[in-house]
């Protein structure tokens, strides 16, 4: 399937991986790998676990960093697919060049929120 590759420090790329856990773990640096729904029909495939392994900061996403390498796949349904031509320069355009950050960077450190009722 069609992805668009962003790792940190580097362009990013268009890129053809086999849709199956091992590759796309693989393309998140290893382990578990976490989805965020754009609400466009896209997905943003993360390592789950990329800001408590220190991985180095990539790219913004709203008010966070994502920390490691990422990747954006379309969606149908529940399964992952290749995104069309119209996706690709969207998020081309979005992630396209590398971002400069500081050496420290808030947005970039592990959370979490404790909620009680």
Request: charged share 25%; aromatic share 10%.
């Amino acid at each position: 399937m069609r992805i668009l590759k962003v790792e940190p420090g580097k362009a990013a790329y268009e890129k053809d991986i086999d849709n199956t856990l091992e590759s796309i773990q693989e393309e998140v640096g290893g382990g578990l790998f976490q989805p965020i729904y754009m609400g466009d029909g896209t997905v943003l495939c993360c390592n789950d676990e990329g800001k408590l392994l220190g991985m180095e900061m990539n790219r913004r996403l709203g008010s966070d960093i994502i920390c490691g390498p990422f990747f954006v796949v379309a969606e149908a349904g529940e399964d992952f697919v290749s995104l069309t031509d119209e996706q690709l320069d969207t998020y081309m355009e979005l992630f396209g060049e590398p971002e400069q950050f500081q050496d420290y960077e808030p947005d970039a450190q592990p959370r979490a929120w404790i909620i009680s009722f």
